[in-house]
């Protein structure tokens, strides 16, 4: 059983910053990748950053250069630090976790940017 859990979601005026953090646990192979989508009201589910465990990282045109992925292969944890954020980030941001080659997903938490 893999369980993701996720936290640092909030409220954050425009300019500032958050940072996401994503735990996972149960039976987790060593190679795997890691990441964030999100999904805004009546948006499809996009992919916001993803980071393999040997560090190869891709980021969506939207949020290259402010927001930056990271993994601590160890504890199987990502993170999602997010910089100059806009209203346009406003979404529920869900970790994922491909897992021999079987896709997992967090609950979500929700980021919500005001102007």
């Known amino acids: 059983q893999v369980q993701l859990v996720e936290s640092g979601g909030g409220l954050v005026q425009t300019g500032g910053s958050l940072r996401l953090s994503c735990a996972a646990s149960?039976?987790?192979?060593?190679?795997?990748?890691m990441g964030w989508y999100r999904q805004a009201p009546g948006k499809q589910r996009d992919m916001v950053a993803t980071?393999?465990?040997?560090?190869?990282?891709n980021y969506a045109d939207s949020v290259r250069g402010r927001f930056t992925i990271s993994k601590d292969n160890a504890n199987n944890t990502v993170y999602l630090q997010m910089n100059s954020l806009k209203p346009e980030d406003t979404a529920v941001y869900c970790c994922s976790l491909l897992n021999w080659l079987k896709p997992y997903w967090g609950q979500g938490t929700q980021v919500t940017v005001s102007s």
């Open positions: 980071i393999t465990s040997v560090g190869t990282t």
């Open positions: 149960g039976s987790i192979f060593s190679i795997n990748t």
